[in-house]
């Protein structure tokens, strides 16, 4: 499975593929995000995606943000089931 990050005018955009069965890349990238403000995620067993605010990334918007290190690890757990 893999996880590709990229940002475009003010957006992350997270975009995943999984030829294993084992991880459902929707739901996965979906409890990836799921506690984030101002963040949404979701597709299929073999592709999903997912959208983040920067701003909301910065502490700009409700909540307290999340960092690219913070994000990295908790797209790691996910895909190997500790979401």
Known sequence: AVVVVGCKSDTLHLSGRS???RVHMGKTLE???????????????????GQLSVK????????EG?????????????????V
């Open 66 to 82: 999340v960092d690219r290190t913070d994000l990295r690890e908790r797209i790691f757990d996910a895909m190997v089931g500790n």
């Open 19 to 21: 030829r294993d069965d």
């Open 56 to 63: 909301h990334m910065a502490g700009l918007g409700p909540g």
């Open 31 to 49: 409890g990836v995000v799921d506690d984030i403000p101002m963040a949404n995620a979701g597709g299929h067993a073999r592709m999903g995606g």
